[in-house]
């Protein structure tokens, strides 16, 4: 459950990031019309595609939060936090690394 949770996530991020960069901005075109996008008003009509990509951004950033807080809820559940499981990793022993013996390397011979 938490692994599909947490690409959901991932997922709904990469898209929200896209989306916001696709859209126009004050100047107009956004990143959508450096790569040929400006044929984007053909395809969404006459006001082009800056109303379908604002109410994409607002059901993306809703799901952002809803995945957001959900992962937190499960956290909380779980009665652990990031803290704890970073100072385990730190108080954990290590396993010594096993010895292996140099063979022994002949000197070499005098050369007069």
Excluded: C, W
């Amino acid at each position: 459950m938490n692994g599909l949770l947490l690409t959901l996530h991932v997922i709904v991020s990469l898209l929200l990031i896209g989306v916001i960069l696709l859209q126009p901005g004050s100047k107009g075109g956004g990143l959508g019309a450096t790569f040929g996008g400006g044929g984007a008003n053909s395809a969404f009509g006459a006001r082009g595609a800056a109303p379908f990509l604002a109410k994409f951004t607002y059901y993306l950033a809703a799901g952002f939060m809803v995945t957001s807080l959900v992962i937190e809820v499960l956290v909380v559940k779980a009665n652990r936090s990031v803290l704890d499981r970073a100072a385990a990793v730190k108080t954990a022993p290590a396993k010594p690394a096993p010895v292996v013996p140099m063979p022994a390397i002949p000197a070499a011979p005098d050369k007069k």
